[in-house]
C-alpha cells in the first residue's frame, strides 16, 4: 500500500487561474491519485481505473462549501439551475440539495426550479470540434430570471462559451456559472466558471458522472483512466 508523504500532497489551497473570489482547489500537477486499495469502487472497473483522484467526500465536502459560497452571492432571489447534462447531473443534484439545507438552515424561502440542457463534444478522451446541443431545448423559462448553470467540467471554455450564448438568448436577468472541475490547459479560449471545485491538471478523469464514451458514471469517486480501460472502452 502506498502512504502519502507530505511531498505528495494532492492540492494546495492557492488561487487558480479560473475568475470569481475563490477559483477552486488546486491539485498539483505531479499529484498520482490515491491508491485504489484505499476506498472502495464498483469491481467491474478493477482494471480500468489507475487511481482514486478526488475521493467522493471530498467532492462533498467542497461542494458544500460552494453552495454557502452561491447563497451567500445570489440567495436573496429565485434562481433556475441549468443543469448541463451528462456529466453535471451528481454535481448538480448535490449541490441543489447543499443549496436547499442553506436555505433551511437560513430561514430562506426561495424557489430553486432545476432545469436540463444536453450537450456532447467528447468523443473517446477526445474533445470534438462541434459543441452539439442535443434535442431542442426551449429555456424561454429562464427569461428576467438568475440562472446557474451547473458544469461538471471545463477546459478550454469554448463549450461554456458557445452555451452562454444559447443562453443568454433566452434573456435571463443574470447568468452565473458553477464548474466541479476546471483543467488547467493552455489554450483557453471561452468562459470559465464564477464557482470552482477543483482545479486539475490536463488530464482525462472519470467517474462522479464524468464519462468515457458512457461508462464510469457509476463511479463515486472522480478517478484516473487506466490504459487498459482506455482500449476497453473504446469506440
Ligand atoms: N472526463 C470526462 N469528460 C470530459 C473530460 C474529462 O476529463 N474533459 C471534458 N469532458
Ligand atoms: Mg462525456
Known amino acids: ?8 500532497r494532492a492540492s494546495e489551497c492557492v488561487p487558480s487561474r479560473a475568475t470569481g473570489m475563490e477559483g477552486g482547489i488546486v491539485i498539483k500537477d505531479d499529484w498520482p491519485g490515491y491508491s485504489l486499495e484505499l476506498f472502495t469502487y464498483p469491481e467491474h472497473y478493477r482494471e480500468d481505473i489507475e487511481s482514486v483522484y478526488i475521493p467522493h467526500g471530498v467532492i462533498m465536502d467542497r461542494t458544500e462549501r460552494l453552495a454557502r459560497h452561491i447563497m451567500d452571492d445570489i440567495g436573496d432571489h429565485d434562481m ?14 448535490d449541490l441543489v440539495e447543499f443549496i436547499k439545507v442553506q436555505c433551511r438552515n437560513s430561514n430562506k424561502h426561495l424557489e430553486t426550479r432545476v432545469e436540463f440542457i444536453r450537450l456532447k463534444s467528447y468523443l473517446n478522451d477526445q474533445s470534438t470540434e462541434d459543441l452539439h446541443i442535443i434535442g431542442s431545448q426551449d429555456l424561454s423559462v429562464l427569461r428576467g430570471k438568475n440562472v446557474l448553470i451547473v458544469e461538471a467540467i471545463v477546459d478550454t471554455g469554448k463549450t461554456m462559451k458557445a452555451l452562454l450564448k444559447h443562453v443568454e438568448a433566452f434573456e435571463p ?15 483557453v479560449v471561452g468562459s470559465l466558471p464564477d464557482y470552482v471545485g477543483f482545479e486539475i491538471p490536463n488530464r482525462f478523469v472519470v467517474g462522479y458522472a464524468l464519462d468515457y464514451n458512457e461508462y464510469f458514471r457509476d463511479l463515486n469517486h472522480i478517478c484516473v483512466i487506466s490504459e487498459i480501460g482506455k482500449v476497453k472502452y473504446k469506440i
Open 80 to 93: 433556475v439551475v441549468l443543469c448541463v447534462l451528462k456529466g453535471g447531473y451528481k454535481f448538480c443534484s
Open 1 to 8: 500500500m502506498r502512504v502519502n508523504s507530505s511531498s505528495d
Open 173 to 187: 436577468k443574470m447568468v452565473k456559472v458553477a464548474g466541479l472541475l476546471v483543467k488547467r490547459v493552455s489554450n
